[in-house]
């Protein structure tokens, strides 16, 4: 990969040779049918080293070292041709921060209802991903399904392998993240495209005793090889100043075959309506940097850490790490507006996708994300350009992170057309992962099957965003949703959306749950595999309603009622300490 100073000069080559292979890409598989719905969930796993006697908790850089055994182990398997394939049933890679791993399902998991039965065993148990991860451990040492480390920003943080006297411990320093070229240029172009450093103010959650008036006193004054000037306090506010803290973040995401484009563009859309509520139902971010803040989802945040725009873009240009802007499907209804005006374009990309025979709400929705300069690119791809390959448009397309992304097959004999998503929080265990990519994968299965119509005005889907991240939105916020009754769309609680609005409203919303209930019945599931797979419904019904308190309602209650809190937003280490302790045996 290339500076950002070089990438400047050739980002219009770049855009335009991307929408070229796009186009080669649609042209060839526009036309492909998938008949089996294959499907698989992607896991981050943060890796957490425990010092008991110092009652401490640090982030473990070891990525490296459970990468080579895991390896090692896989080919002495293959070797040994052993029948129980433990470490070939996942497939482990690495993320950007050198204490994170990334794992899934080494092969999709199949359509049938035993195949769904069989997630949390592969999340969890004989062949699980974080036994296998735990294996390259040391005893105190632990691999956890965390949105992010509570004092992710604080001092001392990390815990490396060999003792490194040139370290410094922050999160802004080099070292934390994984050495390829690739990592290291996409955050260094990030920020020199920016022209300044990253500025993200979160909320502090304010309590009795909580310091008036509140200014964060932790913020580094230097980033990687360059020197910005300090940062301009925000009362109130605890200060991200780095991507670092956005790409320490972790998550879940799912992604599904569709059978067709037609569907899935269909089906991105419908999910993308989706987004805000299962953002609000995962919540599992309500503690920065040492300090409970007010909201509780780590979405914005991530936005604002991985923002490149310039000052004079703030104004017109969505982040880069976004919710989606534009519906794509063809059948959209004509009277829900499907755009933004706030989402520039290159007219002339849009122009040739056009011309090459592209419908024209895919070519504007291509046209707007290959509008973005590149942040990764090579060298190769532009000196050895083919039209005929993929590389250039994989790697713009996948530099900009919007919640519900539309993948493309890429090769003739690889998967087919694709819709991931993304929003969703990491759940604090396997079986609340295993619950959410399940009923995913089932409502998508339901959309697909009933041709389920879920639309609502584009700047409603923004504003339903915005609620579904404010501290205990599960039960307190109402979001926009389509409903059956006399208004096309209304604002809707949760639990109205999940289980269903009251009886007693004529025509009133039926409940997602309800939903994917009379698919399983429209699809002759047997009562036995139903009663298997309730256990993972009830986790997302129950979450609606308020029976089950979310990661972040959780999480935030056990520091509020820690005898060492003091009623001032502060999340000491012992107390960030004993709540990773209670989170550790959650998991296991």
Known sequence: PISWQEIK???PIARQGAAEQLLHIWTRQRYRIDPEALWGDEIEYTLINVDAKASKATLLLSQENVLRQYEKRCAKENRLATSSKSWNAVSFQPEWGRYMIEATPAKPYGEEITALLKVENNMRL???????IRQCLLPNQHPLTLSVLPGLGTQGLFTTLEPDTRFSGNASDGRVYHPSTRYIMATENLTTRRQGRFECHVPVFRDELTERPFYDKNVSYEYLSQQLPPADPKEGHIHLDCPELGMGCCCIQVTMQAPNEPEARWLHDQLMVLGPLMLALTAATPVYKGYLVDTDTRWGYISACLDDRTTEELATTPPRYSWNRTYISSEKPLDVEGKTSSQPIDESLKQGLLDGGMDEPLAHHFATVLSRDPIIVSREDIEQFDPNDSGLFDMLYNSVWQHVRLKPPL????????????????????????????????????????HLNFYIP??????????AQKRNAALDERIWFRRTGWSAYALLSMDEIVNGENSEVPSGFPGLINIVWAYLQYMDTPLRERKRLKQYLDVISKRASGQLPTPAQWMRSVVMTHPEYRRDSRVGEKIRFDLLQEIISRGE
């Open 9 to 11: 000069d050739i980002a």
């Open 126 to 132: 004989r062949q699980c991903r974080r036994d296998l």
């Open 411 to 450: 090769c003739d004999s690889g998967p087919g057309w694709r819709v991931e998503f993304r929003p969703m929080e990491v759940q604090l265990t396997d079986h609340d992962n295993a619950a959410f990519s399940i009923f995913i994968y089932l409502l998508s299965r339901a959309i697909t099957a009933f």
């Open 458 to 467: 584009i700047d409603k889907l923004g504003d339903s965003m915005e609620r």
